[in-house]
């Protein structure tokens, strides 16, 4: 009986040493793709936001008329395809659709604030001097907001649309291109940004990445003014 309980226990051990080293191979195999996968992505990700910064440089996020633009898209989007942010919004987080709808409140609210305050964020300040200095008579002086640069946005699952939209808005309004990377856990959702974002904004300046783990972290071994 001990030798039976023996051999039965040692052919255990070993099919499981067996399955494990499989396993542990697989793991390894996988996370080597991964990493194949990354590396080559840094190279596209870096042309693709070198292409970004270029606008950016030229100036033409500064133009408040241009931010409008974009503002305008994200509304007009939102609302043109709200029955596919509730039926995405169900497909990936479930729930009643009241909760769906309900996400549709902060994507069109924010970017209508953002438009109507977007004149007074962007124009210069004259603050009152507190120590007037004869070398500064008849002088004034100003503070003039200016864009940071390109922005990357790394969504969670939770709150796909709103953020991506949220923040989106307020990159908008401030002068900043972003690159939105919306999260692989709600992917019918992502696909709906993509097509927003695609077909009302300019993808010159905003762009949307799909993808998992790979995609995210190539993305974040770029350089960015703000994440």
Same mark, same amino acid.
């Given at each position: 009986?001990?030798?039976?309980?023996?051999?039965?226990?040692?052919?255990?051990?070993?099919?499981?040493?067996?399955?494990?080293?499989?396993?542990?191979?697989?793991?390894?195999?996988? /996370?080597?793709?991964?990493?194949? *996968?990354?590396?080559?992505?840094?190279? @596209? !990700? &870096?042309?693709?936001?070198? =292409?970004?910064? $270029?606008?950016?440089?030229?100036?033409?996020?500064?133009?408040?008329?241009?931010?409008?633009?974009?503002?305008?898209?994200?509304?007009?989007?939102?609302?043109?395809?709200?029955?596919?942010?509730?039926?995405?919004?169900?497909?990936?987080?479930?729930?009643?659709?009241? /909760?769906?709808?309900?996400?549709? *409140?902060?994507?069109?609210?924010?970017? @209508? !604030? &953002?438009?109507?305050?977007? =004149?007074?964020? $962007?124009?210069?300040?004259?603050?009152?001097?507190?120590?007037?200095?004869?070398?500064?008579?008849?002088?004034?002086?100003?503070?003039?907001?200016?864009?940071?640069?390109?922005?990357?946005?790394?969504?969670?699952?939770?709150?796909?649309?709103?953020?991506?939209?949220?923040?989106?808005?307020?990159?908008?309004?401030?002068?900043?291109?972003?690159?939105?990377?919306?999260?692989?856990?709600?992917?019918?959702? $992502?696909?709906?940004?993509?097509?927003?974002?695609?077909?009302?904004?300019?993808?010159?300046?905003?762009?949307?990445?799909?993808?998992?783990?790979?995609?995210?972290?190539?993305?974040?071994?770029?350089?960015?003014?703000?994440?």
């Amino acid at each position: 009986f001990f030798l039976c309980v023996g051999f039965f226990n040692s052919t255990v051990m070993a099919v499981a040493g067996a399955v494990s080293e499989q396993g542990f191979a697989a793991v390894n195999a996988a /996370r080597g793709t991964d990493e194949n *996968l990354t590396q080559q992505l840094k190279g @596209e !990700y &870096a042309k693709m936001v070198a =292409d970004v910064r $270029a606008v950016f440089d030229s100036g033409r996020t500064k133009e408040v008329a241009w931010r409008k633009q974009q503002l305008k898209g994200i509304i007009k989007g939102a609302k043109a395809h709200k029955d596919e942010i509730v039926a995405a919004l169900q497909q990936d987080l479930g729930g009643p659709k009241l /909760r769906s709808i309900g996400d549709l *409140l902060p994507i069109i609210g924010d970017a @209508e !604030y &953002a438009l109507k305050m977007v =004149d007074q964020w $962007a124009a210069p300040q004259f603050p009152a001097s507190t120590e007037p200095l004869p070398l500064t008579l008849g002088s004034t002086a100003s503070m003039r907001p200016e864009p940071k640069g390109v922005t990357l946005n790394v969504a969670p699952w939770n709150f796909p649309f709103a953020m991506c939209f949220q923040p989106l808005a307020a990159a908008v309004a401030a002068g900043c291109p972003m690159i939105l990377k919306p999260s692989e856990m709600a992917p019918a959702s $992502a696909e709906v940004i993509k097509k927003i974002i695609e077909g009302y904004m300019d993808n010159e300046c905003y762009k949307v990445v799909l993808g998992a783990v790979p995609e995210t972290t190539a993305l974040l071994a770029q350089k960015w003014d703000h994440i």
